[in-house]
């Protein structure tokens, strides 16, 4: 079956860029996301993006896709402590359908 | 965005009983609502997909007679957990679908359950 992996844990400095990483395995997939977690909430969507397409800036949200080494990282610029968080990528073959999530990574932002 | 609520956001029932946790599209029909538990620390494994007027397509290793999903309108959705046990203990979360190509899946808040 699928599988969707990141590394666990990160820590930046405020003001830094973050780089949050993931690998997919299913060739087929057609839309890659990325959540955010707040401690005990439920998932807020950040951005997505179509397997046709190669990068998606939104903001301070730089998302890049490597269809090829499948290889999906979502960039925040200007961490903030705000930011702090677990973020997951989740993939899906069929638009909307049934989502395939990663571990989650869990993003520390110091001071 | 759209917006989905849960509720309750938090309960604490005793072994044996059972619990209904609704799911609610706010301000769009939802074609499809989808149940995902979440255990501490890990992520998201999804439990059954509920389309709107017909019976829920459940996950491979989930219950269905024990994790009963009513999906009676495009606004709500149920979760009923019959006779919990401690094991049940976790974090659900829903999430709504609005158009059956829509690349979007909205998330609710999540209901913390906790079987004592």
């Known amino acids: 079956g699928e599988d969707v992996e990141q590394s666990l844990f990160l820590s930046v400095r405020e003001g830094d860029s973050s780089v949050i990483n993931c690998t997919y395995t299913?060739?087929?997939?057609?839309?890659l996301y990325w959540y955010k977690q707040e401690p005990g909430a439920g998932l807020q969507l950040l951005t997505y993006?179509?397997?046709?397409?190669d990068m998606k800036q939104d903001q301070r949200l730089t998302v890049l896709l490597n269809k090829k080494d499948k290889h999906l990282s979502l960039r925040i610029a200007d961490t903030q402590t705000g930011d702090s968080a677990i973020y997951f990528c989740?993939?899906?073959?069929?638009?909307?359908?049934?989502?395939?999530f990663g571990g989650g990574t869990r993003l520390m932002v110091k001071p | 965005g759209a917006v989905v609520s849960q509720h309750p956001s938090r309960v604490i029932c005793k072994s044996g009983t059972s619990v209904k946790i609704e799911c609610r599209s706010l301000?769009?029909?939802?074609?499809?609502m989808f149940w995902y538990r979440q255990f501490p620390k890990q992520s998201l494994m999804l439990m059954a997909t509920?389309?709107?007027?017909?019976?829920?397509?459940?996950e491979q290793g989930v219950e269905k007679d024990k994790f009963l999903i009513n999906h009676a309108s495009l606004t709500l959705s149920t979760l009923t957990v019959t006779s919990a046990h401690p094991e049940d203990s976790s974090f659900y979360i829903c999430?709504?679908?609005?158009?059956?190509?829509?690349?979007?899946?909205?998330f609710g808040p999540g209901t913390r359950l906790t079987v004592l």
């Open positions: 999430s709504a679908r609005v158009l059956i190509d829509s690349y979007e899946q909205f």
């Open positions: 299913d060739s087929s997939s057609t839309y």
């Open positions: 993006i179509f397997s046709n397409m």
């Open positions: 989740a993939e899906t073959t069929n638009a909307g359908n049934m989502l395939t």
């Open positions: 301000d769009f029909q939802a074609t499809t």
């Open positions: 509920s389309n709107e007027g017909s019976k829920a397509t459940y």
